[in-house]
């Protein structure tokens, strides 16, 4: 293992050439702090554009021969002012210049990965010059097959590429290359995926993700009043905390660090004086009853009932293979001797709801079947309650005494999670009784 420590700045940490200044400090005060992944620059106030969206709205206006000038205007003055605060020689001019002519002239010329990917390129190149560093382009290193997988030379290729453990490298997030070469884009706050991968491909000690918070909280604090912080995460805690919405990090970063075993710090740049959150392997010890307790509304119930269902081989499979063939992924799937019911997204179920409910019916002819909306999860997640009795009998009198009704229950075997499925409007009661019943 390297002692360098990949970081990844985000939208916020890049928003201005005040932003830029405090990276300059941060990464100048750890000398192990080598390779650097930027975001595009994001919302300096609430009411502003992320500039990945104005790329995606001059897309939208130039692919149609529309006028495109207002946001991408919008985009050069964002660049321009980074420049000048920082007293940089403008060399973006030229790329916008030739990128500008390109989608007047020939907009099918530039695809909308490639529009939208120059948001971290031309920011990578600001901060490479900035902080005197090398700019390395993420294009040919981190490739990816059909199936959005990462094929396995693109390891090799970043060991290779960022080899000198002397140099300062500065990399764009969020892009790579298909196999037939051309620039692709991840989902949506995907440049943390891209520092997971680099962080991999270098055998980094650690991976910081710079944000505009302090880590993560134990709980919502639009929920909770004052939450504690959460100090420490496992990646698999992480994983059922994510899943209820309760993320700062995108979900898909997590797989390539955790089989490094290289933890992931979630830092602030606004307060590079806290800690923040680790997430790493399993500890020995956990450090409280629960790590963290988090709640997503939005689901739908699809319930199934038939006399003898246990005995009918193969009947959850044939059940899962409509939703398969709808292309309708499940939650959870709870069941019970001749039921079973199903949790899946609600917006998701809306638009293939008859065809699912039509097929399940014509090949399993079942008794009784409905769909029941508005349900909320909630996931109670810590490895602190492995192996500990009365860990769901505190939980569940916590509902009981303050008046919510569980529609769903479901523990993982692992025993770090244990999800309650409630009517949406419960939501907050369920999360602020559990947090008070495990941390006071
Ligand atoms: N700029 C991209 C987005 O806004 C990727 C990122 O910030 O991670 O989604």
Request: charged fraction near 25%.
């Amino acid at each position: 293992m390297s002692k360098r420590t990949v970081c990844k700045f985000g939208g916020s940490s890049v928003a201005d050439a005040g932003q830029f200044k405090k990276i300059k400090a941060i990464v100048e005060s750890d000398k192990n702090r080598k390779v650097i992944v930027v975001s595009a620059p994001g919302k300096r106030n609430p009411k502003e554009t992320k500039l990945t969206d104005l790329l995606y709205s001059t897309y939208d206006l130039a692919s149609k021969g529309l006028d495109f000038s207002t946001p991408w205007n919008l985009i050069r003055e964002r660049y321009n002012e980074i420049c000048n605060e920082l007293g940089l020689e403008n060399k973006l001019t030229e790329d916008l210049d030739s990128l500008e002519d390109k989608l007047k002239n020939h907009p099918e010329s530039v695809t909308i990965d490639f529009l939208v990917s120059r948001g971290e390129f031309l920011c990578a190149r600001l901060m490479a010059k900035y902080l005197g560093a090398n700019f390395v382009d993420t294009f040919p290193l981190i490739t990816f097959d059909d199936k959005y997988r990462i094929v396995p030379k693109t390891y090799d290729d970043i060991a290779k590429a960022l080899s000198d453990e002397n140099q300062l490298y500065v990399l764009p997030g969020f892009y790579g290359s298909n196999l037939r070469g051309e620039v692709k884009t991840f989902s949506r706050g995907g440049s943390d995926i891209t520092g997971a991968i680099l962080a991999n491909g270098i055998d980094a000690q650690k991976y910081e993700n710079w944000t505009d918070v302090s880590g993560m909280l134990m709980a919502d604090p639009r929920i909770v009043e004052n939450p504690l912080p959460i100090e420490y995460v496992s990646y698999r805690e992480i994983r059922e905390l994510a899943y209820s919405g309760a993320s700062v990090l995108h979900d898909e970063s997590i797989a390539p660090c955790r089989v490094k075993k290289i933890p992931i710090n979630i830092r602030n740049t606004n307060r590079p004086e806290d800690a923040g959150t680790i997430i790493g392997p399993t500890p020995e010890k956990a450090l409280r009853p629960i790590t963290g307790v988090a709640g997503r509304k939005g689901f739908s119930m699809i319930y199934i009932e038939k006399s003898m269902m246990n005995k009918e081989v193969g009947f959850g499979r044939r059940v899962l293979a409509v939703l398969e063939s709808e292309g309708l992924s499940y939650e959870l799937c709870p069941s019970a001797i001749d039921s079973m019911s199903i949790v899946v997204d609600s917006k998701a179920l809306e638009a293939v709801q008859n065809t699912v409910l039509e097929d399940i019916t014509q090949q399993m002819r079942p008794d009784r079947i409905k769909v029941f909306p508005g349900i909320a999860l909630i996931a109670t997640v810590g490895h602190g309650m492995t192996n500990k009795i009365g860990v769901a009998a505190k939980l569940f009198t916590a509902l009981a005494d303050n008046n919510v009704n569980v529609r769903i229950i479901d523990q993982g075997s692992s025993q770090i999670n244990i999800i309650t499925g409630v009517d949406e409007a419960d939501t907050e009661k369920a999360i602020r009784s559990i947090y008070t019943a495990f941390m006071n």
